[in-house]
């Protein structure tokens, strides 16, 4: 089997997890590195000058650390930090906005979208922009959710608080009468039976899949396939291989049968749990993370 190249993930903490798993479903056998940098977590109350450089020297250390294709799994970071890592690096950089904005335009068909997202990313006013310029006049309506990222870090997607914060951040979009919702941050799939249940007259449409089938169209069988026959997953080669990749990764196989390797720059003990929950994988390689402080 052709060693398939680490994917860099990062994120604030463990919504990224989300994008994880659907890059794992389409690319078993590719190794993963994820970075938690829950020295910073929430992102969402950031301002984007923060924000830009966590992202940026979180990208540099995967890239030292053998990743050749990087993931903003974090929305707060796409709209603030995407264009700025896409110029940086030479590896490929993908976001979350516009493959959830795509997939959300194909299901309303023409009807109001609505926007779950941190404040930052509402601030931002990049949904707003990506909607207009990829279909003009689509109504969209914002919801600023500060409760729900601290909701999953300390793993009380579950609880009572975490319903009524559901209930109070959909009731807007419920009198408007939004039925396609994007779910504008990582963390929020976790909390996505609560919301159905909360209002399952709506479609939430989970970005992450779509950003998945974007990172798996950089692959390519080594040989052409034969009508009727397809490829298995283990057979998939980078398309374009980054020339960049350092000749001695520091990186060594991970523990529990798994290449994949996760960084945490702050507390842990919740990523440990997602992971397992998310990943199917007990005995995660978690490694501590450098913190990227600010700058004095």
């Not at 992450?208 to 040989?223: G, N």
């Not at 034969?226 to 000749?247: H, M």
Request: glycine share 6%; hydrophobic share 40%; proline share 9%.
């Amino acid at each position: 089997m052709t060693a398939l190249p680490f994917i860099g993930v990062r994120d604030s903490g463990v919504g990224g997890l989300t994008v994880a798993r659907c890059i794992r479903r389409l690319l078993p056998h590719a190794p993963l590195l994820y970075f938690a940098d829950t020295a910073h977590v929430p992102y969402g109350d950031r301002a984007p000058h923060e924000v830009r450089h966590f992202a940026l020297s979180i990208s540099q250390f995967l890239i030292e650390q053998g990743a050749q294709i990087l993931v903003f799994a974090c929305n707060t970071t796409s709209a603030h930090a995407l264009e700025a890592a896409q110029q940086k690096f030479s590896v490929p950089v993908f976001g979350m906005i516009e493959p959830g904005a795509k997939a959300a335009l194909q299901i309303s068909k023409g009807e109001a979208i609505g926007v779950l997202a941190t404040q930052s990313t509402v601030d931002s006013e990049v949904y707003l922009t990506t909607l207009e310029r990829l279909q003009p006049g689509t109504p969209c309506w914002q919801i600023a959710c500060p409760e729900f990222v601290p909701l999953v870090e300390n793993e009380q997607s579950e609880s009572v608080a975490a319903r009524r914060a559901c209930r109070h951040y959909l009731a807007p979009l419920r009198e408007a009468g939004v039925r396609t919702v994007i779910l504008g941050c990582t963390h929020y799939p976790l909390l996505l039976p609560l919301l159905q249940d909360e209002a399952p007259e709506m479609v939430f449409v989970d970005p992450a899949e779509a950003v998945a089938q974007e990172v798996a169209c950089l692959f390519e069988p080594p040989t052409p396939l034969v009508r009727g026959l397809k490829s298995d997953a283990s057979d998939l080669v980078l398309s374009n291989p980054c020339p960049t990749k350092p000749e001695h990764s520091p990186l060594t196989k991970g523990v529990g049968g798994s290449n994949d390797i996760y960084f945490v720059s702050g507390l842990r003990e919740g990523v440990q749990d997602w992971i397992e929950k998310l990943m199917n994988n007990t005995a995660p390689d978690l490694r501590r993370g450098p913190v990227f402080d600010l700058p004095l």
